[in-house]
């Protein structure tokens, strides 16, 4: 089946182009809804027979090209449509197919009625096969289109509903704000390919990347590629200081918010830096500043999403924090573990945002978690849902979060040091606290909505069923990589899948010395002891005394503030930056530059031209002896002209 997997992307375009041609005549949803969801089904069962036929293979026979035809060659480049099917791609694959497709399934029900139903259902199926160039492409050529192709559909999904309000604006600014945000970490990302193509004349994986374990290049071109690359991927995957379009990403339908935060778009820099990781390994400074910035994001992020009261927000920093752990694994080498949490991630984070859909669902829109309260009652499968992922999200054994989360903070330990460790874990309680404070708030305690104008109901099945999926995913997923320190070098399955595809680039970096098991054992302790502390924490807070949450806010009045405006960053770059771009443009780039030089050029062109075109025409009297007479004078000054000239 491996030799079919351009089918995998082919799959999701042609229900694209059925829905986008043909579904605003079906109108009928449960044909283009079926139709969307199959795509991606089949799409799912042609990656998963790969993986199978893969599996069964020798370690060093797990890794092919599929070249479906030459897109492009030019010069010295060229660039096919080809596909590299290896155990990192294919692990992607399945993530962005699998959870995929149990979105398309949700969106059935929580689309209904929509006007443009078709329209969303087209859009997903683009993105999926965007998203899924992305992952299999065997040359950044490839890869940058899926990129770019990612980042048109956020825009189109985000601003689905362009004519709503969102915030201080329109869903339509959300759209634009992702678009351009991403834009600029797409700059860095080109800088990068330029670069890798100026010094290693090609642009395919299979011929750059085992070049550069033995390149005798300087050290500053691979700092300069990997950091260029770097800032492609904040960009994408929301880090410091381009973070700031994924929150506003809420304006979309849910399910949108499940698809960009949960397995796809802005898990799609961690796998760039996962994919090209010998280059970063060559990089060390490069390599640090992807572990502080993704340290930074975690914990920033993390302190915010504890005050926030917008169910879809809270789940949104909680998405930036976690891909800031990401960045952290990959920055002290530990890339396994990226892709690891890459995997769990995808399946309780996706759990909690369809979970969040179905609260709004059925609240008729209400998205205040402040206006929720005894939920649990209304809607039992989804609270018993939204809790197996908030505990999964929260670090407990034995579900999925723990043992990706736990392995990365013990590689943050004994690859970055102690200080890496004690932020990562203050985050991970953070983490632990704020959703239990969400999940609290929505479906316990009292009941703070009107009941005369809000009947909360649970969803149908449609909805339901995807979440129980994904509920069992996030308890057992997490199985797949149990820690060494248990289990043994060999005994962690996706560790050693992953390991021929970072071989190289571990062998690059230098990792911390010994460490103990009883370390691990005991830090290891520390972080679950410090989860449940949060929990019960968060839920004596805000179930038996909500009070201490007002006491505290109205105590630290000025810090609340701060956070609740998430550090009014959003404000500062409107100050420092879209102010200043907006004055520039308009005194300077329009009033002068416009309208006064390039327009003042061409009208001035033309006032000379009539300027003298207006006097010329006073030649042109219409009488003929007038013209005789000219013609006369003309020839005896030529005939002077000549004499003189002897």
């Not at 991630?345 to 402040?370: C, N, P, R, T, Y």
């Amino acid at each position: 089946m491996t030799d079919y997997i351009y089918l995998a992307v082919l799959f999701p375009l042609i229900g694209f182009l059925i829905n986008g041609l043909f579904g605003s005549k079906i109108k009928n949803e449960k044909i283009t809804g079926g139709i969307g969801t199959a795509m991606v089904g089949l799409s799912f069962l042609v990656v998963l027979f790969s993986f199978i036929e893969t599996l069964g293979l020798p370690a060093d026979k797990r890794s092919r090209i599929v070249e479906w035809f030459t897109w492009l060659e030019a010069g010295g480049l060229k660039a096919a449509a080809a596909y590299q099917v290896d155990q990192l791609s294919l692990v992607m694959s399945l993530v962005v197919t699998g959870v995929g497709f149990l979105i398309h399934i949700y969106s059935i029900g929580y689309m209904h009625g929509d006007k443009a139903f078709w329209r969303f259902f087209a859009y997903l199926n683009l993105f999926i096969f965007a998203m899924m160039n992305l992952v299999l492409a065997d040359n950044f050529v490839l890869l940058f289109l899926g990129w770019e192709g990612v980042g048109l559909c956020s825009y189109l999904l985000i601003g689905f509903w362009y004519d709503r309000k969102f915030d201080k604006g329109t869903v339509a600014d959300a759209s634009k704000k992702a678009f351009i945000v991403n834009r600029i970490g797409d700059f860095g990302f080109l800088v990068a390919m330029f670069f890798i193509f100026s010094y290693f004349h090609s642009l395919n994986f299979s011929e750059v990347l085992p070049l550069v374990a033995n390149s005798e290049l300087k050290p500053w071109v691979f700092e300069a590629i990997a950091l260029f690359m770097f800032l492609g991927a904040t960009g994408k995957s929301a880090q410091i200081p381009l973070y700031v379009w994924l929150p506003d990403a809420m304006a979309g339908p849910t399910p949108v918010s499940a698809l960009i935060h949960a397995a796809t778009m802005v898990t799609a820099g961690v796998y760039l830096v996962a994919r090209t990781g010998i280059i970063f390994a060559m990089a060390p400074t490069a390599m640090m500043v992807v572990a502080i910035v993704g340290l930074c994001t975690a914990f920033f992020a993390a302190t915010v999403g504890l005050v926030q009261n917008d169910i879809k927000k809270v789940l949104a920093y909680s998405t930036v924090s976690q891909l800031g752990y990401m960045f952290l694994a990959l920055g002290v080498g530990a890339f396994s573990s990226g892709i690891f949490h890459v995997m769990t991630h995808a399946f309780f984070k996706a759990l909690l945002f369809l979970g969040a859909g179905s609260v709004i669902h059925g609240m008729h829109e209400q998205q205040d978690i402040q206006h929720y309260g005894g939920l649990k009652k209304y809607m039992p499968k989804t609270y018993i849902t939204f809790m197996i992922a908030t505990i999964a999200i929260a670090g407990i054994p034995p579900f999925a979060g723990f043992f990706s989360k736990d392995e990365i903070l013990w590689m943050s330990y004994a690859n970055g040091g102690l200080f890496f460790w004690i932020i990562g874990a203050v985050t991970s309680l953070m983490t632990a606290f704020y959703m239990f404070r969400l999940t609290s708030l929505t479906f316990e305690g009292k009941e703070r909505f009107d009941k005369h104008h809000v009947h909360p109901h649970e969803s149908p099945n449609v909805m339901v069923i995807p979440l129980m999926i994904l509920a069992g995913l996030s308890i057992v997923g997490g199985w797949v990589g149990l820690p060494k320190v248990f289990v043994g070098e060999s005994g962690n399955w996706l560790d050693s899948w992953l390991a021929p595809i970072f071989k190289d680039a571990t062998r690059k970096i230098a990792h911390g010395g010994f460490h103990s098991h009883f370390e691990e054992y005991l830090l290891m302790t520390l972080t679950v002891i410090g989860a449940v502390a949060s929990i019960m924490l968060a839920r004596h807070i805000y179930i038996k005394r909500p009070q201490i949450a007002k006491d505290v806010a109205e105590s630290f009045k000025g810090m609340y503030k701060t956070l609740y405006n998430k550090y009014f960053v959003d404000e500062f770059y409107q100050k420092t930056i879209i102010d200043p771009l907006v004055g520039l443009s308009d005194k300077f780039l329009f009033r002068f530059t416009d309208a006064k030089l390039i327009d003042g050029a061409v009208n001035g062109t033309a006032k000379v031209v009539s300027f003298f075109s207006a006097h010329l025409r006073k030649f042109q009297t219409g009488v003929a002896q007038f013209y005789a007479a000219v013609m006369m004078i003309t020839i005896v000054g030529a005939l002077f002209w000549i004499i003189l000239s002897f």
